[in-house]
T-cell receptor, first 112, second 113 residues
Framework: DAKTTQPNSMESNEEEPVHLPCNHS???????IHWYRQLPSQGPEYVIH???SNVNNRMASLAIAEDRKSSTLILHRATLRDAAVYYC?????????????FGKGTTLSVSS | DAGVIQSPRHEVTEMGQEVTLRCKPI?????LFWYRQTMMRGLELLIY????????DSGMPEDRFSAKMPNASFSTLKIQPSEPRDSAVYFC???????????FGAGSRLTVL
């Protein structure tokens, strides 16, 4: 899997938007961008994934740069429950169903 | 849907003892993954199965670790003999083969004294 780079930590205030960046300059044309998060004392959970176009779901939005060398996970209104480690992972389309390889992720702190 | 079920949630054992961790994947899922998480090494893939067959066990630390999937609804991860450095949280995850989403269990926290 191609490598991703994320900041170690970020801070946010409750009810404010959060933009979590991920750099993946060596991404290939068939690599999907996946985001998972891990709440304290829980297993990782799926957040969102995309290939080229921006994606939205009930949890978050994924904004993908035009050259695909970076992406941003957007939490529109952070809550205390969004405090977690957020992982950005690349996986090739032909590897769907194979394991995900997790990096260190970004630890998001949310203050009230 | 009960999700991925792992047991035990917590286990404390002494060095040298055998440890067996269990996982029940989501019904209908045909890929199963075992991960280990420590502060030092983060989340590491140990092994994964497709249709009950081990596909990649390159992450299994050494011969003391073994994993089996005798049927589509059950998998075990065994450590024999256990050592203090095996202390970690062990996660099981499952997915539909070919799908993009992995669903994780709550984890089994192992402490080896």
């Amino acid at each position: 899997d191609a490598k991703t780079t994320q900041p170690n930590s970020m801070e946010s205030n409750e009810e404010e938007p959060v933009h979590l960046p991920c750099n993946h300059s060596t991404i290939s044309g068939t690599d999907y961008i996946h985001w998972y998060r891990q709440l304290p004392s829980q297993g990782p959970e799926y957040v969102i994934h995309g290939l080229t176009s921006n994606v939205n779901n009930r949890m978050a939005s994924l904004a993908i740069a035009e050259d695909r060398k970076s992406s941003t996970l957007i939490l529109h209104r952070a809550t205390l429950r969004d405090a977690a480690v957020y992982y950005c992972i690349l996986r090739a389309a032909n590897q769907a169903g194979t394991a995900l390889i997790f990096g260190k992720g970004t630890t998001l702190s949310v203050s009230s | 849907d009960a999700g991925v079920i792992q047991s035990p949630r917590h286990e404390v054992t002494e060095m040298g003892q055998e440890v067996t961790l269990r996982c029940k994947p989501i019904s209908g899922h045909n890929s199963l993954f075992w991960y280990r998480q420590t502060m030092m090494r983060g989340l590491e893939l140990l092994i994964y199965f497709n249709n009950n067959v081990p596909i990649d066990d390159s992450g299994m630390p050494e011969d003391r670790f073994s994993a089996k999937m005798p049927n589509a609804s059950f998998s075990t991860l065994k450590i024999q003999p256990s050592e203090p450095r095996d202390s970690a949280v062990y996660f099981c995850a499952s997915s539909l083969k070919g799908a993009n989403v992995l669903t994780f269990g709550a984890g089994s926290r192992l402490t080896v004294l």
